[in-house]
């Protein structure tokens, strides 16, 4: 297809410029992410990726299942790109639809040039296949970015747990669980997997639970707290409750668990001076 190989030549010639127009054509002040990056070597990285998505795209005249593949690479590497992940949605969409007029108007000036050589349907099917290309590489790229996106948020809220659950050794066969914040079902599952496989690794023999800095609990919530206190008797490690609110010990009573196996202390402090005596 003569007329498809004519049209990438002259578009593969037009990358770099490319990248470098629509550089210039960002609106920084509205911008954010990597594209308001000074970096001088971010910066680079950000035109070399741009050119290189031109070259890729262009291909699509000439070598479909080249384009595929190599389009394919280029979403991985750019969707799991750390600056990339760190800008907003919007605006990557927003600049996926100024790319894509960037080639439309290199089409329209591709047929001025070859006026009396191809025909209005030859413009026509050109800018057919860029706006359908685009419109599928658009949402192929957003469900990877979201993919990664979604796996860094969780990266994050398990450090979150892990950061904000630690069971802290006080003596040799002592630990310290303090819990903070509120408690959902799912940060109260990890927590409960989190304790029993460091009061097992620690060799624990007692742990002190802290509760006084959680704000709020559902019943859900109290009932693994207390499931925790249970498969922490079957590990051998004894289990202190202290800090106690009224709103919690008022929902476990609601739900009729029985905390009278396990030593409860209105403090810390008078958990750990009184448990002792």
Avoid at 47 to 66: L, P
Avoid at 112 to 119: D, G, M, R, T, V
Wanted: glycine share 4%.
């Amino acid at each position: 297809m003569a007329k498809y190989q004519e049209l990438y030549d002259f578009l593969i010639l037009k990358a770099t410029e490319l990248t470098e127009d629509w550089y210039e054509g960002l609106d920084r002040a509205s911008s954010g992410g990597v594209y308001t990056t000074s970096d001088p070597k971010e910066l680079t990285t950000l035109k070399s990726q741009n050119t290189k998505f031109h070259r890729i795209f262009f291909s699509v005249f000439i070598a479909e299942e080249k384009f595929l593949k190599e389009l394919e690479d280029w979403i991985v590497m750019v969707a799991s790109d750390q600056k990339h992940l760190e800008t907003p949605s919007t605006l990557i969409l927003g600049e996926f639809y100024r790319t894509r007029n960037q080639y439309l108007k290199l089409i329209r000036q591709f047929a001025a040039l070859h006026e009396y050589q191809f025909s209005p349907k030859d413009k026509e099917d050109w800018e057919k296949l860029i706006i359908s290309t685009m419109d599928k590489v658009t949402v192929w790229f957003f469900e990877e970015y979201d993919r990664h996106a979604t796996k860094r948020l969780q990266a994050h809220r398990e450090l979150i747990n892990k950061l904000s659950s630690p069971v802290i050794t006080i003596t040799k066969n002592t630990g310290l669980l303090p819990l903070i914040g509120d408690i959902d079902s799912e940060r109260a599952n990890f927590i409960l997997e989190h304790a029993l496989r460091q009061s097992s690794e620690k060799r624990l023999e007692s742990l002190y639970i802290d509760l006084s800095g959680v704000v709020t609990i559902d019943t859900m919530v109290a009932q693994q707290i207390f499931q925790l206190s249970e498969a922490l008797t079957l590990l051998g490690v004894k289990t202190i409750l202290c800090g106690i609110r009224p709103e919690i010990a008022q929902t476990a009573i609601h739900l009729g668990l029985s905390f009278e196996n396990i030593p409860t202390y209105s403090t810390l402090e008078n958990a750990l001076n009184l448990s002792h005596m």
